[in-house]
T-cell receptor, first 112, second 116 residues
Framework: SQQGEEDPQALSIQEGENATMNCSYK?????LQWYRQNSGRGLVHLILIRSNEREKHSGRLRVTLDTSKKSSSLLITASRAADTASYFC????????????FGKGITLSVRP | DTAVSQTPKYLVTQMGNDKSIKCEQN?????MYWYKQDSKKFLKIMFS???????INETVPNRFSPKSPDKAHLNLHINSLELGDSAVYFC???????????????FGPGTRLLVL
C-alpha cells in the first residue's frame, strides 16, 4: 500500500528561488529517503534521514523529519534549471524485511 | 563503470508473449530489487532478493518470476504479457537495508515495456 504522499504534486519556480516539497506517511519508520528522477532516467538517492534525526543537510538540500506528525520536507535552496526533475520520498518501515515504499512524486520545474 | 545496468532499455511486444529483463550490479551489494513504475510515475516494489534468496514478494501475479543466478544478477521473466504490464521496470540494489548506513538503493536506468 502507498505510504508516502508528497505535496504539492507539481511545483514551478524561477531559478534562484527555494523549492519546498512535503511528504507525509502513515506508519512507523526506520528512515525516510528522498530520491530524484530526471525524465527518462532511474532514481538517484539524495539524502536519508533516520527516525531519531530531526534535520539533515547536504549541499543545497535540507531535509526535516517530524515523526510526531509523520511528515518530512525537502528544501532545495537557490534552485537551478538542472534541479528540474521528479522528487520522491520513500519510507523504510520497521518490519523485519524493511522495504522502501515510495510516494507518487513531485514534479519540480525550475525556469531559467 | 555503470553501477546498475538493465537490458533491454526498450521492449515492445505483443500481448501473450513471454519476455525477460536482465539486471546486473557491480557494486558488490547483497540485495537487489525490482520495481514497477506506472504511467503516473507511481513506483511500487515487486520483489527483493538478498544473496540470491527471495525476501520480498509483493502481491505480484505469478506470471512474473524473478531469478537470481548470483548476487550480482537479478532477472525478471514475464509470461503471457498483458496490456496492463506496460510500464517502466527498474532494478535496484543496496548493501543490506537491515543495517544502519547501508539502506541507500541504487537504481538502474529502467526498461520501458510496451505491450500491444
Amino acid at each position: 500500500s502507498q505510504q508516502g504522499e508528497e505535496d504539492p504534486q507539481a511545483l514551478s519556480i524561477q531559478e534562484g528561488e527555494n523549492a519546498t516539497m512535503n511528504c507525509s506517511y502513515k506508519t512507523s519508520i526506520n528512515n525516510l529517503q528522498w530520491y530524484r528522477q530526471n525524465s527518462g532516467r532511474g532514481l538517484v538517492h539524495l539524502i536519508l534521514i533516520r527516525s531519531n534525526e530531526r534535520e539533515k543537510h547536504s549541499g543545497r538540500l535540507r531535509v526535516t523529519l517530524d515523526t510526531s506528525k509523520k511528515s518530512s520536507s525537502l528544501l532545495i535552496t537557490a534552485s537551478r534549471a538542472a534541479d528540474t526533475a521528479s522528487y520522491f520520498c520513500a519510507t523504510a518501515d520497521t518490519g523485519a524485511n524493511s522495504k522502501l515504499t515510495f510516494g507518487k512524486g513531485i514534479t519540480l520545474s525550475v525556469r531559467p | 563503470d555503470t553501477a546498475v545496468s538493465q537490458t533491454p532499455k526498450y521492449l515492445v511486444t505483443q500481448m501473450g508473449n513471454d519476455k525477460s529483463i536482465k539486471c546486473e550490479q557491480n557494486l558488490g551489494h547483497d540485495t537487489m530489487y525490482w520495481y514497477k513504475q506506472d504511467s503516473k510515475k507511481f513506483l511500487k516494489i515487486m520483489f527483493s532478493y538478498n544473496n540470491k534468496e527471495l525476501i520480498i514478494n509483493e502481491t505480484v501475479p505469478n506470471r512474473f518470476s524473478p531469478k537470481s543466478p548470483d548476487k550480482a544478477h537479478l532477472n525478471l521473466h514475464i509470461n503471457s504479457l498483458e496490456l496492463g504490464d506496460s510500464a517502466v521496470y527498474f532494478c535496484a540494489s543496496s548493501q543490506d537495508p537491515s543495517f544502519i548506513g547501508e539502506e541507500t538503493q541504487y537504481f538502474g536506468p529502467g526498461t520501458r515495456l510496451l505491450v500491444l
